[in-house]
């Protein structure tokens, strides 16, 4: 079965600093990951996709994310971090249908001024 | 107006009402989903139409009642909730490919529901 994740709960970072926003995976086949964000008051938005290709794939707001194979990990990154970045971030993992996702249970980020 | 639209942003209701949840997507996706987001749980897929048809249904009790009369709007019917109901109600909307490419997800901004 498809499933992600997220092991840490909360991520305090300074600002100007990087951050890393931690995901591991178990999936059948080829896996396609995703990162999503979720600001207060907010529904979620998508950051970016790996679906093939690089390992290192680039997103919105200046984020990145690494595929790494042989860790089964997609940790997300940026190279510093801003206070607007304080959100709660989901790695997320297509189901058994394409059409159906799993959902990590999310990593609170905060960026402190 | 653009992206996924959800109707009313915040809604209390007694356990004996019925209320109904609106969902509006202005992308031209052919695929749409509830998900019930609640604190410290993982997001929850409830339903999933595709071409306007149903085809997930995750276990959701029956109190809970989707419809989905065209591509663009989804709707959740809902009647005799439980207190532990009170959630954020999530519509999101995609594009299916039949080859098989998988696209994001869109979400509204949600609904927040109290069942009191």
């Known amino acids: 079965a498809q499933s992600v994740a997220q092991p840490e709960d909360q991520v305090n970072v300074a600002e100007g600093n990087p951050l890393t926003v931690k995901c591991t995976y178990s999936?059948?086949?080829?896996?396609?990951l995703f990162w999503y964000v979720q600001y207060p008051n907010r529904g979620l938005q998508f950051l970016l996709k790996?679906?093939?290709?690089?390992?290192l794939v680039k997103g919105s707001y200046g984020f990145e994310a690494e595929f790494n194979k042989s860790q089964t990990s997609f940790h997300l990154k940026k190279p510093s971090a801003l206070v607007s970045d304080s959100a709660l971030y989901f790695c997320?993992?297509?189901?058994?249908?394409?059409?159906?996702?799993?959902f990590g249970t999310g990593t609170r980020l905060k960026v402190l001024a | 107006e653009t992206g996924v639209t959800q109707t009313p942003r915040h809604l209390v209701m007694g356990m004996t009402n019925k209320k109904s949840l609106k969902c509006e997507q202005h992308?031209?996706?052919?695929?749409m989903y509830w998900y019930k987001q609640s604190a410290k749980k993982p997001l929850e897929l409830m339903f999933v139409?595709?071409?306007?048809?149903?085809?997930e249904n995750n276990s959701v009790p029956s109190r809970f009642s989707p419809e989905c009369p065209n591509s663009s709007h989804l709707f959740l019917h809902l009647h005799t909730l439980q207190p532990e109901d009170s959630a954020l109600y999530l519509c999101?909307?995609?594009?299916?490919?039949?080859?098989?490419?998988?696209?994001?997800?869109?979400f509204g901004n949600g609904t927040r529901l109290t069942v009191t």
């Open positions: 999101a909307s995609s594009q299916f490919d039949l080859q098989g490419d998988t696209e994001p997800l869109h």
């Open positions: 999936v059948s086949g080829n896996p396609y």
């Open positions: 790996y679906i093939t290709g690089d390992n």
């Open positions: 997320a993992v297509p189901g058994p249908g394409t059409y159906k996702y799993i």
């Open positions: 992308l031209g996706h052919n695929a």
């Open positions: 139409y595709n071409f306007k048809e149903q085809t």
